[in-house]
């Protein structure tokens, strides 16, 4: 009888376990890619204007020690790196448009 009982005990525990088991929420499935957006958002948000005031900072200590030169030669480069990634940016919305138009 005791061989028995403590097989019958053990199945109830088997079972009951078994039923909370099932019962437990599964996990969320794992992502399917990166989302460029927000990290294009992120960089724009955050990064772009830190690395703007940084410069800003390096430009207005070179203008105090009068290293005019200096400074206008880099505020050139800044514009010109600016006028290419703005560039970048509106042919990433062309292309985006001409594909559409092919695609449609």
């Known amino acids: 009888m005791t061989a028995f009982e403590l097989i019958e005990t053990a199945s109830s525990g088997v079972a009951q ?5 099932a019962s437990a929420p599964l996990a969320e499935p794992a992502p399917k890619g990166i989302d460029t957006n927000g990290v294009v958002t992120f960089f724009a948000s955050k990064i772009a204007p ?3 005031a940084v410069l800003g900072v ?3 200590g070179r203008a105090s020690r009068g290293e005019i030169s200096k ?3 880099s505020s050139a480069i800044a514009i010109v790196g600016l006028a290419f ?3 970048a940016a509106t042919l990433f ?3 985006d448009y ?3 138009l092919i695609f449609e």
Do not use: E, Q, W, Y
């Open 98 to 100: 001409l594909i559409d």
């Open 58 to 60: 390096i430009f207005i």
């Open 71 to 73: 400074v206008l030669t």
């Open 85 to 87: 990634i703005a560039g």
């Open 50 to 52: 830190i690395l703007l």
């Open 93 to 95: 919305f062309v292309g």
């Open 17 to 21: 376990a078994l039923h909370t088991l």
